[in-house]
Nanobody, 124 residues
Framework: QVQLVESGGGLVQAGGSLRLSCAASGLTFSSYAMGWFRQAPGKEREFVAR????????YYTDSVQGRFTVFRDNAQNMAWLQMNSLKREDAAVYYC?????????????????WGQGTQVTVSS
């Protein structure tokens, strides 16, 4: 049984930082690219970042480029999303997800496994 478990969310002031963690089990972690998505109230789930299976390639949505960093450790079956210079518009439930697609994909339907999400709240 595949499980992705996010942690690290919370309340932070605008301009602050958070690091989200994603612990994976039940899958060959190094065979999957990992993505981070977020969903704010009343909005669709949107792509935030992706890291390929080896960790050598990363992709970010424009709004977080330069502020967020995604990285992974295949030996630990872990992925992280470091979020700096947080803005109020970054507030959302953040999800990690795994995809077997080798090419870059950013659609929700292209990710086979999902975590339960972790809440990020940004205060002014």
């Amino acid at each position: 049984q595949v499980q992705l478990v996010e942690s690290g969310g919370g309340l932070v002031q605008a301009g602050g930082s958070l690091r989200l963690s994603c612990a994976a089990s039940g899958l060959t972690f190094s065979s999957y690219a990992m993505g981070w998505f977020r969903q704010a109230p009343g909005k669709e789930r949107e792509f935030v970042a992706r890291i390929n299976w080896s960790g050598e390639r990363t992709y970010y949505t424009d709004s977080v480029q330069g502020r967020f960093t995604v990285f992974r450790d295949n030996a630990q079956n872990m992925a992280w999303l470091q979020m700096n210079s947080l803005k109020r518009e970054d507030a959302a439930v953040y999800y990690c997800a795994a995809t077997s697609f080798r090419r870059f994909v950013q659609s929700v339907q292209d990710y086979q496994y999902w975590g339960q999400g972790t809440q990020v709240t940004v205060s002014s």
